[in-house]
């Protein structure tokens, strides 16, 4: 029977001031702090505190035997400090004990590697930095924005001196194979690509409490038969972390879910691994040759979710032709400015998709519509082209 990795995404955005008269100037600061806390007290409460103390347990309770591993965000810790410091230091607290793994990623949560290797590189360094400040580990494996994934991205990890990758098991390009393997990408020698199980992944993230879901409920020992008819060497189960508590709430079980499931697998003979780990225990015996960008956002899982209409390619546009003027201008706070604009939410809510695709957007969107996360984005984007144009370091302009 496989191993079992799992891994979670930490993430939050810095959502804009939406309530400011559109004849009034847009100035500094962008941020609505107001809700941006207001979100984070509701997601510590349903999701990070609880969840931390619950995987500490099953860490400790196992003895090491349980293992997982997070991704946590740039601006996701920049909000810890700010709003919530027990949030971190309970993150803190689960990375000490031995059983979790971070991994790196861009700092801004961006789809900078989509528009300029040099942002690219510079948030990517800026992640490994805060990583080894906050919690004294330097990750081995990458995770790219929103598991956006190429061949590109994993020669360009791999020369990043990472280990593995993780991607979408995405079935125009993996087609009959598993996921359950571990792959190299064409032109790589080295790093290994770790495919996300989408139908499990999705069966705890998004089906678990769904009453119209040919099965439900879902059991762990269900889960665990599941697991354990599954070809190959490792399942690889990728989510949010709001998953738990927050997207499926706590009165639909998911807790109780989640402290029986570490204890049920390695009962049957499961062994959960870290993505380090399963590189290192584990041939990359298969090529995933993806040529085309995937991800692991909505139906198509390709770039749509941010870049399929023209006000999203616009604001995008906008956004990543102010580089060379914003990093010329060697001033901190513009460029942090210019950077969290980069965040890839901001691109999400501006979405038009229609049907459970749109669903999902419009469940994620802290704006009343596309058209306003695009007018709210581009004001600000526009005062900030302003603040660049006019900048001079000695304050003469």
Not at 35 to 64: Q, S, T, V
Not at 143 to 155: F, K
């Amino acid at each position: 029977m496989p191993d079992v990795c799992l891994y979670f995404q930490v993430h939050q955005p810095n959502r804009l001031i939406s309530n400011r008269p559109k004849k009034a100037a847009f100035c500094p600061p962008y941020e609505d702090d107001k809700l941006n806390g207001k979100i984070l007290n509701r997601l510590a409460d349903n999701c990070y505190l609880p969840a931390n103390k619950m995987f500490l347990r099953r860490i400790e309770e196992n003895h090491g035997l349980f293992r997982m591993a997070l991704s946590i965000s740039g601006t996701a810790i920049e909000q810890f400090r700010k709003f919530r410091p027990d949030v971190l230091e309970s993150f803190q607290e689960l990375v000490a004990s031995g059983g979790v793994e971070l991994l790196a990623e861009t700092y801004y949560h961006s789809l900078a590697f989509m528009h300029s290797d040099k942002e690219f590189q510079r948030q990517v360094d800026m992640h490994l930095a805060l990583l080894e400040e906050c919690f004294s580990v330097r990750p081995l494996v990458f995770r790219n924005t929103e598991l956006i994934y190429n061949n590109a991205i994993a020669e360009k990890a791999e020369t990043l001196g990472f280990e593995g990758v993780l991607a979408e098991g995405t079935p125009a390009f993996i087609g009959r194979h598993s996921p359950n393997y571990l792959y190299r990408a064409p032109d790589t020698a080295r790093i290994k690509t770790l495919l996300r199980n989408h139908p499990l992944s999705d069966d705890l993230a998004f089906r678990f409490s769904d009453p119209s879901w040919s099965a439900h409920p879902l059991t762990w020992e269900k889960f665990a038969g599941w697991i354990n008819s599954s070809p190959g060497d490792v399942v690889n189960l990728f989510m949010d972390y709001e998953s738990i508590g927050e997207h499926q709430k706590i009165e639909h079980g998911i807790y109780e879910f989640w402290q029986r499931v570490p204890e049920i697998l390695i009962e049957t003979g499961s062994q959960w691994v870290t993505p380090s780990e399963a590189v290192s225990i584990y041939p990359a015996s298969r090529e995933y040759d993806c040529e085309k960008v995937s991800s692991w956002a909505d139906s198509e899982r390709d770039l749509s979710a941010w870049e399929g209409n023209s006000m999203q390619q616009e604001a995008i546009a906008a956004t990543h032709g102010l580089e060379d003027s914003v990093i010329a201008t060697y001033d901190s706070e513009l460029i942090d400015t210019w950077a969290k604009l980069q965040t890839s939410d901001h691109f999400y809510w501006m979405s038009t998709k229609g049907g459970t695709d749109g669903h999902v957007h419009r469940y994620f969107t802290p704006y009343e519509s596309p058209q306003a996360a695009y007018d709210i984005f581009m004001r600000a984007i526009g005062d900030l082209q302003k603040r660049v144009d006019a900048y001079s370091p000695l304050g003469v302009g």
